[in-house]
């Protein structure tokens, strides 16, 4: 008997060394991972927290117009500019012990080990904050034991390197919300229009049960499952002591009120005009050797957006019902800054930018250029030519080139520069290129930024060249500015994620494209295409809206074939608008042949409505004259068509006008009905 009990008490004795060493085994074991498990995470070192972010764009007021995205709609956001509520809420119904375990939970992960064991598949998730703000940086969503271990090892990593605000706030940055709305900012725009440190508490606790399920806690998609979710993670707040009865009550009482409509609206702003920021930035940003694609940029951007809703107004209104297509933009005079663009009717059909990316044949609208290189080669308003039909000859007698006006007509008589640009004669422009030489056009193009042709074809003195709507406009910008450079942008700042400033707008230094008096005589020169006495052969080609003009513009409108042009300005705006078919269709109906004049004129005295009118500059060295039109010589009492026309004071005529004789039929009817007023006016 004794025997027995010491042959037990020896058995027992063994089994509990066996059970001594087989503890000591397992806590060996457990000390070489952890120690391992620790190693290697200090050799790992810190897991990167970098993930895509979303790109905001600000107009020149401040207001968000827009963001741009990469893959992920997302705005990071700094813990203490989240809503108390949210976090609270998030922590209740996601992972009660956050603040208490190092990134596991080890009671869920034993009860959710046993589930996984009885299905005989990965069924039941048992991951904290952490583990899922490690899933949603690194890992894929699929249900397998690798993506467990390996979730197991970056959530591990994160709790020794990064504090519990750092991963909160990394979580709550990253967690899918639905609709494309990743993290709370954006999220909280979404749904309630407000920045995620403004939500209530019904607010909070109604959005922190979205990421459960986005399909079906989605307010949007099922308010009622919404709600009754929201009623879930209040009772857990207040069970938690995060939250009052009374605070509980207020906030199931509380009516939601859902906003996406409003942040939907915000993305149809200027959707062309924001991708020629995100070009425009994306250069700024590669020569400071920043990626763009980073995301996380606050982008302020010149867009005005009454100038902008007066365009998009302007084009609904005037464009005929077809496939008729539109460019429009808008400039500042002072600084080149881009107030408005639009690059097509339907942003959603065609993306496509008919202003920036859309070169087609500007056709007189070029003309304003040429003249300019004439006024430097001794040209003047006052200058005539013979533009009856002309045949030129080129490329070295082999090939021959004879203009037509758009109305199959010619003068038979001289024209001087300033009627010729009023009414548009081609045979003028052309005979001007052709005194003053190729390379001076060429010249004044590239000093405008303009594109240009190597090959001497008189055809191109009517704009035969391609250009964007976007050049050939800042060049007209340049014109009121004073012949001063100015560089069309859309950007004013640029400012990362953690909020540095990168880029600030600085104006260049100042550059004299042209002379400040060829610029000013030019602008007033082109006020003549809105004037009614420029030509008794052909009508100036803006008459028809100067019953709608209550400001003073100077402009030029260009046709070919497939084009209508219309660019113009004021001392402070100028506009371009370009018509045409994306396929080179001919323009052939009427409407489509007056589309850009009229949105041209609405949008103008839409953005100018209620200004007072602006005097064009007149700098020192030009001199405003009252001319005879049809002999270019100062005007007397005997010259019936009399205009001021504006000179350099070098090129002020010096002969007056005696248009009387006695074989000019309208002296002649003068003196037979007042002989002496008739000889007053003639030696006057």
């Known amino acids: ?31 070489v991972i952890f120690l391992s498990l620790r190693i290697y995470a200090q050799v790992a070192g810190a897991p990167p927290l970098t993930v895509p972010k979303a790109s905001i764009f600000l107009d ?23 809503s108390p509520y949210l976090i609270d809420a998030t922590i209740a119904v996601e992972d009660k012990d956050f603040l208490q375990h190092r990134g596991f939970d080890y009671s869920r992960i034993a009860g959710a080990v046993l589930a996984d064991l009885k299905a005989g598949d990965k069924v039941q998730g048992a991951s904290t904050l952490t583990q899922q703000y490690a899933r949603n940086l690194y890992l894929s969503h699929e249900k397998t034991w690798t993506r467990k271990i390996n979730e197991a090892l970056y959530a591990y990593r994160l709790e020794l390197f990064y504090s519990k605000e750092e991963i909160l706030e990394g979580y709550l940055n990253t967690v899918y919300y639905g609709h494309g709305m990743y993290g709370a900012e954006a999220a909280s725009r979404y749904f309630f229009g407000k920045s995620a440190k403004d939500l209530t508490l019904s607010e909070a606790s109604m959005l922190a049960g979205v990421p459960k399920g986005p399909t ?49 609206a915000t993305k149809s702003i200027a959707p062309y005009f924001l991708d020629v920021v995100w070009e425009e930035a994306s250069d700024i940003l590669a020569e400071k050797n920043l ?24 084009i609904e209104k005037n464009m005929p019902n077809s496939d008729l297509q539109v460019g429009f933009v808008s400039m500042d005079a002072d600084t080149g800054f881009v107030t408005a663009l639009v690059g097509g009717r339907d942003y959603s059909s065609s993306s496509f930018n008919r202003v920036a990316l859309g070169n087609r044949q500007p056709g007189s609208a070029i003309k304003p250029i040429l003249y300019a290189a004439a006024f430097e080669q001794g040209y003047n308003p006052m200058s005539f030519l013979d533009v009856s039909e002309t045949t030129f000859t ?61 090959k001497d074809n008189p055809a191109v003195a009517l704009g035969t060249m391609e250009n964007s709507l976007y050049d050939l406009t800042n060049a007209y910008n340049i014109i009121a500015a004073g012949g001063e450079k100015r560089n069309a942008t859309t950007v004013l700042s640029i400012t990362d994620a953690k909020g540095k400033v990168v880029y600030e707008y600085k104006a260049p230094e100042k550059e004299q494209v042209i002379s400040k008096e060829d610029a000013s005589v030019l602008t007033h020169m082109m006020t003549g295409m809105f004037d009614p006495i420029f030509s008794d052969y052909s009508p100036a080609t803006g008459l028809s809206l100067r019953s709608r003009m209550t400001h ?28 045409g078919y994306d396929q080179g269709k001919t323009l052939s109906v009427k409407a489509d042949m007056a589309a850009s004049k009229q949105v041209w004129i609405d949008f103008m005295e839409a953005a100018l409505d209620g200004k007072s009118n602006e005097a064009f500059d007149i700098p020192k060295g030009v001199a405003p004259v009252t001319v005879d ?7 007397s009492n005997a010259c019936k068509n009399q205009r001021v026309v504006y000179f350099k ?28 007023e008739a000889f007053r006016s003639f030696w006057e």
């Not at 008997?1 to 000591?24: E, H, P, T």
């Not at 893959?71 to 989240?82: C, F, K, L, P, V």
């Not at 694609?293 to 982008?299: A, N």
């Open 649 to 676: 004071t070098k090129d002020i005529p010096t002969e007056t006008c005696t248009t009387f004789d006695f074989f000019d039929s309208n002296s002649w009817d003068d003196f037979l009905e007042s002989p002496m």
């Open 394 to 454: 080129y490329d070295s007698g082999r090939a021959t080139y004879t203009p037509q006006n758009i109305n199959k007509q010619y003068a038979e008589h001289e024209l001087s520069m300033a009627q010729a640009l009023a009414i548009s004669d081609n045979v003028y422009a052309v005979k001007t290129l052709e005194d003053i030489g190729y390379r001076s056009f060429r010249d004044m193009q590239k000093r405008f930024g303009l594109a240009y042709s190597d």
């Open 1 to 31: 008997m004794k025997r027995q009990q010491y042959q037990k008490q020896k058995n027992r004795r063994r089994f509990g060394k066996r059970i001594g060493l087989v503890a000591i085994a397992l806590l060996c074991f457990f000390a």
């Open 552 to 579: 003073t513009y100077a402009a030029k409108s260009g046709t070919t074939n497939s084009d209508q042009w219309m660019i113009g300005f004021t001392p402070s705006l100028t506009a371009g608008v370009w018509n």
């Open 216 to 264: 079906y806690y989605s307010p949007l998609n099922n308010l009622e499952k919404a709600t009754n979710r929201q009623q879930v993670i209040l009772r857990l707040m207040n069970e938690q002591g995060k939250i009052t009865d009374e605070e509980k009550s207020h906030a199931q009482k509380e009516q939601v009120a859902l906003k996406s409509d409003e942040w939907i």
């Open 291 to 314: 990626n763009i694609s980073e995301g996380g940029w606050t982008i302020q951007t010149t867009l005005n957006q009454a100038h902008q809703r007066a365009a998009e107004k302007s």
């Open 629 to 635: 039109i049809e002999s270019g010589k100062l005007a």
């Open 60 to 82: 020149s007021d401040n207001n968000q117009i827009g963001d741009y995205f990469t893959e992920e709609r997302r705005y990071w956001t700094a813990y203490e500019d989240i």
